[in-house]
C-alpha cells in the first residue's frame, strides 16, 4: 500500500491532467447530446436567381480594366 501512495504522490500531475480531459471531454459530450437539432434546415441549397446587370456593383478602380479589349483579348 505504501508503493502505491509513494507512486500517486509522485505522479499526481498526471493523473490530475488526465482527470481534466476526461471532464471536459465528458462536458463536451453532454453538451453536444442536449442540444435540440434541427434536421430539416440541414444543407438547404438555396437556388441561384438571375441577377440584372444594375445590381452587379464594380469598384471605380477595377472599372477601368474591365473592357472588351481586356476580357476577350485573343478574339480579334
Given at each position: 500500500m505504501e508503493k502505491l501512495i509513494d507512486?500517486?504522490?509522485n505522479n499526481y500531475i498526471?493523473?490530475?491532467?488526465i482527470a481534466l480531459?476526461?471532464?471536459f471531454a465528458l462536458i463536451g459530450y453532454l453538451v453536444d447530446a442536449t442540444t435540440i437539432k434541427d434536421k430539416k434546415h440541414k444543407n438547404e441549397v438555396k437556388p441561384i436567381t438571375e441577377v440584372e446587370e444594375e445590381d452587379?456593383?464594380?469598384?471605380?478602380?477595377?472599372e477601368i480594366y474591365t473592357n472588351?479589349?481586356?476580357d476577350e483579348p485573343l478574339m480579334k
Open positions: 507512486f500517486l504522490l498526471w493523473f490530475l491532467i480531459i476526461l471532464v452587379n456593383m464594380v469598384h471605380p478602380s477595377v472588351e479589349d481586356f
